[in-house]
């Protein structure tokens, strides 16, 4: 059955490094998302991306943080200068049938910014 | 401002024994409400899209209906492998498939 991949599965970085999280969406999936959960919380939106561009960013999403698909296939977060509160599990997803359709997710990475 | 809200935030109960799941919410216009599971540590699996109200859904012990406020998760006769999280959220007509979440409701079902 198709997956959602996600790499690595926990991170561990040094507050102000640049982190790249990244994820293999499945392969003929359009709409591509990254969510994250800080421990104990809801699961919140970041981004969504379709056509090469994102499509929709939250408050969160500000200048520290950046998608891309390089290729293909990948799909990646970056953030640039890691601070505390980024710590979560960060969670990728993709649609295909339609952006309102369902959304699979994949594992997700745990990133932990000391 | 688009919201969800699930209760109760925990839930017990013995196998075999039934319930339901409460998911509220207000939204601008929804294109679909949507559950999922998901086990600690782990992402969301999808269970569910509910796109208006009166509809439902089955999947084996678990059955999803919609309302226009709110949809419930039913559990009927629960084993204790249902024991997990399940999270309920929407997506508004106002947006590009963004999903917003409910916190969850943590199952336990005990032998």
């Known amino acids: 059955e198709p997956e959602v991949t996600q790499t690595p599965s926990h991170q561990v970085t040094q507050m102000g490094q640049e982190v790249i999280l990244r994820c293999v969406p499945i392969?003929?999936?359009?709409?591509f998302y990254w969510y994250r959960q800080i421990l104990g919380q809801k699961v919140e939106f970041l981004v969504s991306?379709?056509?090469?561009?994102?499509?929709?960013k939250s408050e969160i999403f500000d200048d520290q943080f950046s998608v891309e698909r390089p290729d293909g296939s990948n799909f990646t977060l970056k953030i640039r200068s890691t601070k505390l509160e980024d710590s979560a599990m960060y969670f990728c997803?993709?649609?295909?049938?339609?952006?309102?359709?369902?959304?699979?997710f994949g594992q997700g990475t745990r990133l932990t910014v000391v | 401002e688009d919201q969800v809200t699930q209760s109760p935030e925990a839930l017990r109960l013995q196998e075999g024994e039934s319930s339901s799941l409460n998911c509220s919410y207000t939204?601008?216009?929804?294109?679909?409400l949507f559950w999922y599971r998901q086990d600690p540590g782990k992402g969301p699996e999808f269970l569910f899209t509910?796109?208006?109200a009166g509809e439902e859904k089955e999947k084996e012990r678990l059955k999803a209906t919609l309302t226009k406020k709110e949809s419930f998760l039913h559990i009927t006769a629960p084993k204790p492998e249902d024991s997990a999280t399940y999270l309920c959220?929407?997506?508004?007509?106002?947006?590009?498939?963004?999903?917003?979440f409910g916190q969850g409701t943590t199952l336990q079902v005990k032998p």
């Open positions: 997803a993709s649609a295909g049938g339609g952006a309102f359709t369902e959304a699979f």
């Open positions: 392969s003929n999936h359009l709409y």
């Open positions: 991306f379709y056509n090469n561009e994102i499509s929709e």
């Open positions: 939204v601008s216009g929804l294109r679909g």
């Open positions: 509910l796109y208006s």
């Open positions: 959220a929407v997506q508004a007509s106002s947006n590009t498939g963004k999903l917003i």
